[in-house]
């Protein structure tokens, strides 16, 4: 599914419907799983002991293997549970940037990075950017869990108060809540927007 789709009933006999059918599929997913892991478990261990296996045995464990995470795989990025509360008795929404189907309530409290039209406006320019992180990443190992290395790169750059406020809200938005998250999360995320990173070696 390429786009965003939100599916609402509102007719109660058909909710109780479709939250029954949800249940049903639910269930018959967990009973498959624990089927599929008791063989895998009776193929490795005997006795509480791990065991030699036939080179087909290995076979067959790696098979089932394959077969729980397809399962789960599955479950997760249905529209039967919501991954973020786990319920699945809600109307869904679905995000087409993470592929999952979320319950209303928790589709509008996800992080606007996760949002597929979200396109943040950077009040940095792109060699401020490029300076910024070339410098937090020698320093980012000094992290206090804030952001005064941060902020302090980007006052020696110049960048007014305002704009670091929203260039590190951008960063929190990404995973970035501190100078060494900042490198370790948001940096992968923001550096593709519109920064040529090769030719970062040369700025100081």
């Known amino acids: 599914m390429k786009k965003k789709k939100a599916i609402v009933i509102k007719n109660p006999l058909l909710r109780n419907l479709r939250n029954n059918l949800r249940t049903v599929i639910l269930y018959a997913v967990y009973e498959e799983l624990k089927k599929l892991g008791n063989e895998e478990r009776h193929l490795m261990f005997e006795n509480n002991q791990l065991r030699d296996q036939t080179p087909k045995e290995k076979e ?18 249905s529209i039967c549970k919501c991954p973020v509360c786990s319920k699945t008795d809600n109307d ?4 087409t940037y993470t592929q ?23 009040p940095l320019r792109s060699d401020q950017v490029a300076a910024f992180f070339y410098h ?9 869990t804030n952001y005064g290395i941060s902020r302090r790169i980007m006052k020696l750059m110049g960048i007014d108060e305002k704009d670091q406020d929203k260039f590190l809200d951008i960063c929190k938005e990404y995973g970035g809540h501190c100078d060494c998250e900042i ?6 995320y923001i550096k593709p927007y519109y920064i040529n990173w090769t030719t970062f070696k040369h700025i100081s």
């Open 60 to 77: 067959r464990e790696n098979y089932l293997f394959d077969k729980q995470a397809e399962l789960r795989r599955a479950k997760n990025h």
């Open 92 to 95: 869904m929404t679905y995000n």
């Open 183 to 188: 490198i370790m999360n948001a940096q992968q």
């Open 100 to 122: 999952y189907w979320y319950c209303l309530d928790c589709y509008n409290e996800l992080p606007k990075s996760l949002m597929p039209d979200w396109r943040p406006e950077y």
């Open 136 to 144: 937090l990443e020698r320093l980012a190992h000094r992290c206090r």
